[in-house]
């Protein structure tokens, strides 16, 4: 197991790889920004490295700045998180041309995953199913027209390099097609530096299923089950379940059997999610996170298996504590990400927090950084932290849910509580019956 492992990254996250490094015994950096110095990350580190001013591209993206920190410290690995350098395939060169460990997959499979292109060429060739769409890059316009005729409007056209919900446009008739087209491949290029685009159908009420998946590089790799994460605003999810309502057992079994597979056939190392479109009874991929994600936490109450301790198990030559069998599915689990934002407008809503007063009690889970007089700095993403609820059932879960809700008190700034303690209450949320746009139609109808 490693020594002493580097932190590159903020927030809550920082916090739990903090967690799971202390229980294995394992020294810690922190870095920070200027902005960050009061961090709780940057307290409970055994060691901390300012590594430069707010803006995250001259700290928490400057790939010098933490290298020398690790210089310095002595650290032998770094785990990135999510975010900042998490998936970027030239920082894991970079670690392994110094000897130093990146906690994450190969920049191999990093690279391949990051060009939506080859994801799903690669996903393909996995047996994982896709949605039906242009072999590759599209080019020109007859090319574009043929593939949407063929598999029938609405489509959509995705840049090659996209992420974070940009880099799409959705095209309803052959009239739209050449502007969309050309409109599409121009901003990507000016976004992304790389102009290639792609076409699929557009799912018209698609749900958002992942399965998280974990393998040991040397062609093991196991599924730990599916989360649910329609509740998305602005393609950004807001609220995560696990498992998803809309699933029976044999769905998910099989499902996570075809993702398990194609993680040993890859050779993956480390934790990954893949990512599918659900609807009428299909699944269809849409990409491959390279990274432990922001809701990795509801996979973790129902498996009660520590995701962030499984990859510094891999990451060290140490492998995988559990197998298949050893993964299992205990009751249900309910994420609710708390922004620093007001919870109608979405505005950010940094400055001071006056009072804090998180929930407790029986399946109840709080993966915070901030504190009573902790200042949200106005540089960085405006998550502040996420209320994980487990119970027997999910009934039970959102009775729990509605119960945490209620006893947690943050003042000085806006959050997005108000928001899940209306959600936790609604209908359709009780039933388990929305899709990818649910929230959005929910908020316009609050708005009116
Ligand atoms: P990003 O990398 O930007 O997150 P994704 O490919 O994961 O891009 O897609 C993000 C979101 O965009 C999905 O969760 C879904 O809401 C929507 N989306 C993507 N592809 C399609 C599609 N073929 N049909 C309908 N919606 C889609």
């Excluded at 992420?163 to 087209?181: D, F």
Aim: aromatic content about 6%.
């Amino acid at each position: 197991m490693f020594n002493k492992v580097l932190i590159a990254n903020r927030g809550e996250i920082a916090l739990r790889i903090l967690r799971a490094c202390k229980e294995l015994g394992i020294q810690t950096v922190a870095v920070h920004s200027t902005a960050d110095a009061n961090a709780m990350h940057v307290k409970l580190a055994d060691e901390s490295v300012c590594i430069g001013p707010p803006a995250s591209r001259d700290s928490y993206l400057n790939i010098h700045e933490i290298m020398a920190a690790c210089e310095i410290t002595g650290a032998d690995a770094i785990h990135p998180g999510y975010g900042f350098l998490s998936e970027n395939a030239k920082f894991a060169d970079v670690l392994e041309a110094h000897n130093i460990t990146f906690i994450g997959p190969s920049a191999n499979h990093i690279r391949v995953m990051g060009d939506k292109i080859e994801a799903k060429k690669t996903a393909k060739n996995l047996g994982i199913p896709v949605v039906p769409g242009s072999d590759g890059e599209v080019r020109e316009n007859d090319e574009a027209m043929r593939v949407a005729s063929e598999i029938g409007y609405p489509v959509i056209i995705k840049a090659a390099a996209g992420g974070g919900g940009r880099g799409m446009r959705v095209v309803n008739n052959e009239k739209e097609m050449k502007q969309a087209l050309q409109t599409t491949r121009s901003e990507a290029g000016a976004a992304f530096g790389d102009d290639a685009v792609y076409i699929e159908k557009f799912l018209g009420k698609p749900r958002h299923i992942e399965i998280q998946v974990m393998g040991d590089g040397k062609g093991g790799g196991i599924h730990l089950w599916e989360r649910d994460c329609s509740l998305q605003r602005r393609h950004q999810k807001v609220w995560e379940e696990a498992v998803s309502p809309a699933l029976d057992d044999a769905a998910r079994k099989k499902i996570g059997d075809i993702c398990a597979k194609a993680i040993q056939g890859l050779g993956y190392s480390g934790a990954g999610t893949i990512e599918f479109l659900y609807e009428d009874g299909e699944f269809y991929f849409i990409e491959m996170n390279t990274r432990l994600q922001v809701e990795h936490p509801v996979t973790e109450m129902i498996t009660r298996i520590d995701l962030v301790n499984e990859q510094l198990r891999v990451a060290s030559g140490q492998g995988m504590s559990v197998t298949q069998d050893d993964v299992l599915l205990t009751g249900h689990a309910i994420e609710c990400r708390i922004n620093a934002e007001h919870p109608r407008t979405f505005v950010p809503s940094p400055g001071e927090i006056t009072y804090y007063h998180p929930p407790g009690g029986l399946g109840v889970r709080v993966d915070s950084g901030v504190y009573q007089g902790y200042k949200i700095p106005p540089h960085y993403d405006s998550l502040i932290g996420k209320l994980i609820v487990h119970a027997r059932t999910r009934e039970e879960c959102l009775m729990r849910l509605r119960r945490a809700l209620d006893e947690f008190v943050i003042e000085g700034v806006e959050t997005t509580l108000p928001l899940f303690r209306d959600l936790v209450t609604n209908d359709d949320m009780q039933t388990g019956d929305y899709d990818i746009h649910w929230l959005e139609k929910y908020l316009a109808e609050q708005n009116v």
